[in-house]
């Protein structure tokens, strides 16, 4: 007799003998370090097949760089055809949006996402690997002795304290992208067709049976971040409008609360005028609560167009990004 352990058994996803992973690297004007990126990821990739018997291919996307990073990705893909593939975008459409991209374009039965400037050693691919062999679906990961500024690590620590609070996601380290997802996270991810998003985040809503390891991280190779302060909090930004609608929600409760408030003191004043008379003091005392809810009131308005700023967007149907071309072999998948 089938037993129900068995029959929960079956719907566990099958793992192939010999699995495809495939490695999706975003490229914005990395050319200098992106040599030392080739020796170190492909001679980790080439120890991996004989150490756990998968295949590999590399799928690299390059953002719109405006320096050499687009030659020397080809020069790449004419070393290594049979497993290096270059999607090439019409422009700059962002980390988030080029990794999607590598969604499109990998096949692999796991996905490995990593920074192309070196901060995300491709020696740790290893470990990923063995724990997406292993049945997880999500492997997340968490800087160790992380190596960015002090301010962007205080920042961090904030940012993801606050998005625990207002969202149900629970990871760690938001920030870091070298992460590892099954096929089933990824064909959801394709499904998922919001502008802003923020891909680390979105896998994570998705997956059944994540995990959590600390990798190594490095200083950048070569080149400066990517990312200004500005970047930076719009991505924040994102993080939390596209997972959570609570900020709006809050501001209901504030308002709420402040008009209670509001109501008791209109009443107070009401009581004041019939037992003492009229009274001039304390105008300027209401001119200051009038401009702090008038500063309440026009932050809650730009936190609205916020949301509805992202709805036009979504509603525009734009593509999300451009392909001007891919560079690959004949006859790879
Ligand atoms: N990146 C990208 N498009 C962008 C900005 C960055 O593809 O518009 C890539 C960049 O080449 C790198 C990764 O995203 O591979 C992370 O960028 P960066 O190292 O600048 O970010 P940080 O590590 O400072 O957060
Ligand atoms: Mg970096």
Redesign the pocket.
Known sequence: MQTISDSLQKLVPQIPSHPLVSIV??????EEGLEQLFTRLYSSLDQLVIDLSVRYEVVF?N?GSSDQSAAKLAAQFEKRPDTTRVVLFNG????HM?IMAGFNYSHGDFVITL???L?NPPEEIHRIVELLLKGHDYVGTIREARK?SRF?RYASKAMNQLRERITKITMTDQ?C?MRGYNRRIVNLMKKSKELNTFIPALGFTYASHPIEIKVKHEE?FAG????SLYQLIRLNFDLVTGFSVLPLQAFSLIGFFLALGSAALFIYLIFRRFIIGAEVEGVFTLFALNFFLMGVLLFGLGLLGEYVGRIYQQVRKRPRYVVMGVLEQDDQQ
């Open positions: 690297i975003p490229v914005y004007n990395e996307i953002d700059n459409f962002g980390q080029a920074d192309a400037d901060q960015d962007r920030g992208m950048r400066e971040s990517k990312y």
